[in-house]
Every structure is written in structure tokens, then in C-alpha cells.
């Protein structure tokens, strides 16, 4: 470790309502109204709701029926996860920009240790604001910035922080700070563990950090208690781990009503299949193993797996390859609730590729051209048939 | 039932059948091999409801009868017996096996579950070939068809029977591969037959030498050797006209000795090998050589060069070499002659005629195999 190295070198950026945030960009028409991003069908749920839409208790994970019972003006907008992805690689491009320790956590959030950053951009916390600015500025979009020692104190602040703003957390008040939360914010409580720790009299942090170990032990267990005791007194130790290229990719689709009929859960697939193809594409890889998911209406699951003998990113030949899985399961009139498609063993696309005898690398040109269309004129510009609606 | 056997005979006899064992999670019967002692003959057969085997050696029969029992354990006791001869056995509901100071009892399988097995039609027009052009043709054309279930037709080799000559043809979409024998029989038939029963017609045709004969009916195929029979459901859907995919003239042609290609390519392949993806070889080919390239700086590179003659200009084009090793192999010949068009387009892989007896085509046994390969681009 360097000398110089500040003592706040961690940041936790995260997007504010993200999901929604992108669609008020594309759509302005939506912004400053209640958006509510997820599906409508009969087992939708809230993906992300716009802070207008949060004023009336709506939050994401909300099943959507009762997010519009809350809230019956909000504007519901279905998912493009393509469209979050491009945003995503565009910030995290940004964040590479200030360091090459990014970890990301999701698509709209991320870790940066910027800790060897600061003769080329100034202190910790004046990057967080300039990057804060440079995602208004060049994505449009609002995130907030979580300043602090450690990984664990660097997502508490950035959620303190929202909308939009910038919690900087010095090394000297992490105990005020902590002291005062209620103990749900701690890493790794949920309601289970929560609850135990206030059956306890246990409520805030400050109590915990407070607490003799081998009480701490008695109420949750070896493992989670040495955990507690640590993010309590702000002790996280884990360092942010840059990011590394996928392994795999994968999508699924859980039915709104349980699906039966084989021709629907084909059909099915080569959406599947059109999405993971343009992913693959759009990440210049090609897969040669792809994987089969099917979850039953009670809840069994199986996956089946098959390696190419030649890696693709063809919509095409992954459908036909997945609807060959599909087939050998033979299902008869099987109840199936949810099916997935993902694909592993990634390789360079740009590389050599084989060239067929047979159907002429067609397909792949029609593909490629939807790309192109879809990226000019929105999703959906171009489709296949096969996936049109009925009637 | 109860029969002595010769232990080598009725090993090869129950290997062969295990073969074209089903899978026991479709019908539990079906990984069973039935036996069957008729006299002083004992009868094996098993299906796996695609290809049906059947086939009878001699034993010393001692009392008639027809017993199932699990293939595969079968298969593995009798790989293991000592050099003697075998007793058989059955008593209640084992079979109760001696050779030699080893016993062993195997549990019984109701006979009655096995289905009948398919039967060829007894008028149909059936054509001979020797056993070792079969299985020389087999071998030459099935490692081409593809082993992806997921385009069915790609999976077999299709036979297409016209008066006097049988074209084999077998393609992956990769590369194809194509051989025309005699054929002694009239009738114009196309069958495409799975790629495993003709593995499996090869397997017989080589142990057992001597010669095959073929009937081509409209569903399925039979193939009979001496006391063997192999009866093959066909694949249904059309087999692409691949006629049209072999180029009518070239641009380039390479002349070259196809041990020392081979043995270029493979080695110089080692450097390109890697689990998630091909890497080319690329041929480098100028007036009289013939330079293999593989690799990149990521792993490591090679090359190697090699006399050949070329008429026409310049070339760099690059194969899957597993596919170009392939069609070396199976051209046979001393020499082979590669044609091109350019670096995208197929390339036409044929035997060499040898020098000495550039005579026609008939005396020249390889000369009516082809192998189309696709490049890679790069």
C-alpha cells in the first residue's frame, strides 16, 4: 500500500431507480410521473419504481397489482433489459475511466477502489462527485455516490445519499454513523435475523457493537456472529475485485399461467434464443455449451446441457439446439412454469469462424441486419414471425 | 434351455449384440439380449427400437428355449471368462453360467416383453458387395455425418442406388463426403440410414469379412452377413441435394502426398488445440510448397512446410484441422489432389490417380471418393 493512500479510498455508485430512470430518458413524456417498470401479467412484479411512484409506498419487488392499487395513475412500462444493459456498459466504461478496480454488483451498481487514483483526479470524494456528475452529464441518468473506508460503509452511505446525492463518511465518525442505524441495515441482516436480535433488545447498531461476543454467538450462530460483530464496529475487510468477462449469459421466463402446450414452450425458446443470440453478439462472443432450464408447476427443476462442436451467437441454431433438448425430455402435456436458456464456454466471435456447405451463413446475415434495425428503431422494429401475437 | 458353446465365439457373439442394446429407461425389456437355442444353434438378438441385430453361431444344444437376460451384465461376464468352453443353463429364472471353475447366475428377464424384431421382406431385390468395400466405403463416408440430434437428416449416411452404382454420402454441413461403389442391383432407391447402423454394419463387415448383402426397402434397411442381420429404421426427412454443392471447375489445384500432409497438419494443429475452439490451420500454398501455419501469440505458433505441386496462383486458406485430417485419411490413396476456387469457397478433396495406372475409373478403386470441405475464415 502506498503512503499516499487516502483513508475513504472506497465508493459504492448506484443508480437511482434505474429501470425507470432509463425509460424517462427515452420516453420524456414519463419523467416526473409515477413509472413503474415490471411486468403486468398475473405473477408480474415491480422491477423499479420511480421516486414519484415510491411516495406512495410503492417498492420494487412489489407485486404489480398492489403497486397499482397503491398508485392507479402510474404508468407501467415492460422491461428492455437489452437497453439497461447498453446504459450499463456505457457507466461501467465510465468508472473505468477513474480506475481499473471496478467490481460491478449489478447493472446499475458498483464498487470502485480509487485509492491509486487520486494524483490524477483528486481525493475520494471528489471523484464520487465527478462521476456522480459525468453520469447527469453524459448518460442523463441520477446515481448516488457512497463515500467511504470500506465496501460495507460505502453501500450504507450511497443509500443514505439518494437521490442524487453524495455521503462522504470519514474514518473518524464511523462510529456516530453506525451507531445510530437501526441493525436491518447491517450486511447480511434480513427479517429472520433481525427479529431474533430484537427479541434480544438488540434494535440498533450501536446495541450490537455493544454486545458481548459469546451472547452475540448464543443469539445467531459462529459464523454470522462474527460477521455482525465486525460490519458493526465498521470493520469490512473484503476488497473490491475487479471485474471479470462473463463465463456465461442467461435468460428465463416464468409463465404467467403454466404452460402445457409444447408448441407455446418452442416458440418460447427462440424468444429466448433471439435474446441470448443479440447478448452474445452485442458482447462480440460466440457459446459453444447452452443449457436448457425447465421448472415444473411444482417447483421441480431440470436443466440439460449440450457442447457444440463449433461455437455460435445465431439465434437459429441455439433455438433448433435447445428445442432438440426440449424434445428429448419428452414431455407430455407436463405442466412447466418456468424456462430458461443460458449459454457457457464463451469464446471471441471475431476469431476464425467455419464456414457451412449448407444454408449459406443466411440466417446469420438476417440476424446480424435485426441487430442493426433494432438498434436504430427500437425493439421492436424487427421481429420473427414466429413471434408476432396471434391475430 | 441348455447349450455348450465355444467361449470365444459366444463372446463375440454377446459383444456384438450388446452393441444395439436399448436404453433401459424407454422399456426395461429392450436392455435385455434374448437368447435362443433352436437345435444346435444358438440365436442373440437385441433392438434398441432403432436398429435390430440378430445373429446365431453354432453350440452344442442340449435342450431348446428362449431366455432374456440383461445385456450389458452379460456383456461384461463373458468379456471376462477364462479360455474354456462355456456351459448355459436355465433353471427357474437364472441362467446359470460355467467356465471353467467360474460360475454365475444371472437373473432372467420375462421373454415375453422383448418385441419382435423387424423382419426384411422376403421378395426383395437384395445386392452383394464384398464385405471390405462395404466396410472400406462405411468408413471412407459416415465420420462426416454430424452427431447434433438437433438437425436430424444431418445424422446418417445417405445411400442413393441407381442401375450399376451405390452412392454413399454423408455431410455434417462442414464438410461432406462422398463415395460411389458398383452396385449390382437395378432398382433406383434412396434410403438415409442412421450413422450408427451403418457403424454397426461395418463392425460386422470387418470381423466377419467375406460379403454383405443389401436390401433397400422404402423404411428400413438390412443388412446380412453369413449368420448376422442388422435391420435399420431409417431417418426421416429429405437429405439435402448436395450435387449441387461441389463446385464444377476450380481455380487452383494442389498436388500432394497425403501421409506427409496428415502428419503436417496434426503436428502443427497441437499449438491451435484448445477445448472451446477450433483454431484453423492455415496452407500457405506457392508453386511448389506447401507451408502449414497454426496458433497465435496468446498460446503459441507452428509451421511447418512441405513440397506440393500447384497450378494456378497463390493461396492462403485455412481448415478446421480435424476435418482436413479427416478427408486425408479417408482419400486412402498415396497422393491426393486438392482443388480450389479461393480462400471461402469449398474445397474439393480427391484421391490422386497413381501414375503408374492412370487407367479408368474402374481399376482405380479410390478414385470415386470426394471430400468437400468448407474453410474457415480468418
Redesign the interface.
Known sequence: MTPSRPAEPILHVDMDAFYASVEALRDPALAGRPVLVGGLGGRGVVASASYEARVYGIHSAMPMARALRLCPQAVVVSPDFAAYQDVSQRLRELFLSVTPLVEPLSLDEAFLDVGGSERLFGPPEVIGALLRDRIRGELGLPASVGVAPNKHLAKLCSGKAKPEGLLHLRAGEVAAFLGRLPIRDLWGVGEQTAARLERFGLRTVADVAGTAGPTLVRIVGHAAAAQLASLAVGEDRRPVVPYEPAKGMSTEETFDRDVDDPAVLRRELLRLAETIARRLRRGEVAA?TLTLKIRYANFATVTRSRT????TDHAT?LH??S??LLD?LRLERVRVRLLGLGVA???PAG?????????DDRWQQVERAADVARNRFGDAAVTRAALLDDG | MKFRAERSEFADAVMWAQRTVGDRATLPALSGIKLRVDGDRLFLASTNLEIDSALSVPVQGERDGAVLVLGKLLADVVRTLPNAAVTAEVTADVLHLTCGRAQFDLRLMPVEDFPALKEPSADGAVAVMKAEEFARTVAQVARSAS?????PVLTGVNLEATAGSLTAVA??????AMRTVPWDQGADTTVLVPRRAMEQARHAAEILGSEVSLLLEPAQVTFSFSDRRLVTRLIEGKF?D?RQ?IPAGFERRLTVDRAELMEVVKRVAVVGDSN?????VTLHLSADTVLVKAGSGEIGQAEEALPGALEGEDLQI?F?PRYLADGLDAAGSERVVLEFRDE?K?AVLRPAPADAEAGPASSRPEADFLY?L?????
Not at chain 1, 476469431?351 to 444454408?359: F, H, I, K, P, T
Not at chain 2, 472451446?276 to 484453423?280: A, G, K, L, R
Open positions: 459453444r457444440l462442436a463449433l461455437p441454431e433448433a439446439e428445442a432438440a428429448a464456454n464463451l469464446v476469431a476464425a469462424r467455419q464456414l457451412r456447405l449448407l444454408d | 452427431t447434433d440430434d438437433a438437425r455431410t455434417d454441413s462442414y464438410r461432406l439435402p448436395v454443392l472451446t475452439s477450433v483454431t484453423p485455412a478446421n471461402l469449398p468437400l468448407m474453410p474457415v475464415r480468418v
